[in-house]
């Protein structure tokens, strides 16, 4: 249940945000059935403040349905999150997250890169390849689609296959060179950099990835806590280990847990995932973040 209220909360709050929209055409639609209505009986006295109080009851009860059922949704997501909070990527993970929101459901683009990500942690790498070449993720909607490219990048890196990663590369470079720094991208605008490492890392181009890490960290506050900084850390780490710069990636390792050590990440797994991460790139094994 903590989870719930947890999920709940923030998924209310970025709701109402989104809704108002909603909210507006449902309280029309009742303003003018009720304009209809009083048209019939020929506007009788009170006819205004009857609407009024219709079109005001509209959007109160409108945004407590949608609490409602966000409260739902969110105790849904909840249930699967908690496993992958407690467990980390693991088969019951999966299984839940099927259930919850991929069988018998609409195609949700971020929903079906999720999958992906779970079944790539999972080694199912023909499986997670054949969800994201399935997917059709518009360019238009710039985080999803930023997702999108990292998700295909850290997969082709993941099979060690270079030829994809510049494909996906060259493919999406238009969007990456557009949007790279568009401040309509959230946690998001990390993945286009992180995906410009990866795909050097996978040629590699590791000066070229250790710059563009260095650029990264120069900027990215040490304050920000979504754990991004992070991973750029850690590639970093492996960029430098990959020049045989042994020393300075133990240094930057060292950077690394003292950043980390105040960290409070939204999930235990995650903390738990980026030591793993670091302590990977140092052995110079390609992390997959």
Known sequence: MKFALKYWWDSYKYMLKLIPKDVLKFSLGILVFRLIMMAIDRFPEGWIIDVVCWTAGAVIFAYLLFAVLCFIEAYKHSKVYGILD????????????EKAFIIGKPVNNGMHISYALAHMELKNYETALEILNRLRVPESDINQRASYIFT??????KMD???MADDVWRCNQN????????????MHGNQLYLAMVYAD??????????????????VYPESVTDGGRFDFLVMKIYSLKQL????????????FYSEIRE?????EYLYNELIQNAEKAIRGEIPVL
Request: net charge positive; charged share 20%.
């Open 263 to 267: 960290w409070k990440p939204s999930f």
């Open 175 to 186: 969007f990456i060179n557009a949007n790279i720094n568009n401040p309509v991208l959230d």
């Open 201 to 218: 890392c996978a040629a590699k181009r590791y000066e070229r990835a250790l710059k563009t890490c260095g650029d990264v960290l120069a």
């Open 152 to 157: 295909y990048m850290m997969l082709a890196v």
């Open 161 to 163: 296959n270079s030829a």
């Open 244 to 255: 045989g710069k042994d020393n300075e990636a133990q240094s930057t390792l060292q950077e």
């Open 86 to 97: 407690k467990k980390g990527f693991c088969p019951e993970y999966l299984s839940a997250f």
